[in-house]
């Protein structure tokens, strides 16, 4: 037989020897409690960290991230991997699409252009800036730092600036 204490005197808890352990046995003679216990504690656990992270730089960059932009330019802006992002309006909108972040390789890898028309390809290194040309214009891409946002994403914090318009 086995016997789980009780922190009341006289009411341990007694429970037959099972043969075998199953789930139909542990719904029969587990109390209600502790499944209850079970089941509800690892909630407030969960919101707790949800609240927590809610506060972190690059989660309120991905939870912020809008498609479309009014500026053809950002500084500082956590950006995702597989993320389409259209800066600007009319003849001066730049296509911004994000295609592999990698915080363990330092990857960060993007298609970019003017919006409809032809786009390149560029693997920009951390903390280096890249020269981009757009139609007449001229940007500089930066990749600050990457951070592991959720399992299997990871993000970058990046700014595109214009640095010459003719």
């Not at 959720?150 to 600036?161: K, M, R």
């Amino acid at each position: 037989m086995l016997v789980v204490p009780n922190d009341r005197p006289g009411a341990d808890l007694a429970f037959p020897d099972p043969e075998k352990v199953t789930l139909k046995w542990l719904f029969e003679h587990v109390p209600v409690k502790i499944w209850a216990t079970i089941v509800l504690a690892p909630i407030p656990i969960a919101f707790s960290a949800g609240l927590a992270s809610a506060n972190l730089g690059f989660v309120q960059g991905l939870l912020s991230k809008p498609s479309v932009t009014s500026s053809t330019e950002f500084v500082s802006k956590a950006v995702a991997e597989k993320s389409t992002y259209v800066l600007g309006s009319g003849a001066d909108a730049v296509d911004f699409n994000v295609l592999d972040v990698s915080v363990k390789r330092r990857i960060f890898k993007v298609e970019i252009g003017p919006a409809g028309g032809g786009r390149a390809i560029y693997e920009v290194p951390p903390n280096a800036p890249t020269v981009i040309p757009v139609g007449d214009r001229v940007y500089s891409l930066v990749v600050h730092d990457f951070a592991a946002a959720a399992i299997g994403q990871d993000i970058a914090v990046a700014s595109f600036t214009l640095k010459r318009h003719p």
